[in-house]
C-alpha cells in the first residue's frame, strides 16, 4: 500500500539493484531503459514486476532523506506467518555502511525481523534477531516467505 503523497519522483535505484528476468535484466546492474534520475525509458510498457514494485519507503517507511536515491539502499520487506525480513539492497557502493542503515537493522532486529544486507558485489549478510538459530540454506528462506 503505497502512502499518499510518496511517488518515485527522480528515484530509480530499484532499476539497479532488482532483476527483471521478462527483460533480461540482471541484479546489480542499471537497466539498459533505464536515465538514473530520469526514470523509464519504457514506463508504459514497463514489465509486470516492475508495475507491481513498491519498495518499503513507497509504503511509508523512513523520511524523505531516506528516500532510496538519497540514501543509497532499497528497502523491501517481506514476511509470512513464521518469519519477517527486511532486505536491505545496496544501490550505491558504501550506502550499506550509514547510520540509516544500522539504525534500521538494530530496530528490525529488536522487533525480531531478519535483516539480509544485498551488496553491490553479488554477497549477501544475513543479521538473525537474537537467540534465532537459522539452519539451512538462507536464499531458501526468502524464497519461501
Not at 530499484?14 to 546489480?28: F, L, N
Not at 520487506?77 to 537493522?105: M, P, Q, Y
Request: hydrophobic share 35%.
Amino acid at each position: 500500500m503505497r502512502v499518499l503523497g510518496r511517488v518515485c519522483g527522480e528515484c530509480t535505484m530499484c532499476c539497479r539493484t532488482h532483476a527483471v528476468p521478462e527483460i533480461e535484466k540482471p541484479a546489480r546492474q542499471w537497466c539498459v531503459h533505464c536515465t538514473p534520475g530520469g526514470g523509464c525509458q519504457i514506463y508504459p510498457d514497463r514489465p509486470g514486476q516492475c508495475r507491481d514494485f513498491f519498495c518499503a519507503w513507497l509504503d511509508g517507511y523512513g523520511s524523505e532523506e531516506t528516500r532510496p536515491d538519497k540514501s543509497g539502499v532499497v528497502l523491501i520487506g517481506k514476511g509470512n506467518d513464521t518469519h519477517s525480513v527486511l532486505a536491505i539492497f545496496e544501490a550505491r557502493e558504501g550506502a550499506l555502511d550509514t547510520n540509516f542503515v544500522w539504525d534500521t537493522t538494530h530496530c528490525m532486529l529488536a522487533k525480531k525481523v531478519f535483516v539480509s544486507h544485498m551488496m553491490l558485489s553479488g554477497e549477501t549478510l544475513l543479521w538473525l534477531p537474537p537467540h534465532v538459530r537459522l539452519s539451512g540454506d538462507a536464499d531458501a528462506l526468502w524464497e519461501n516467505l
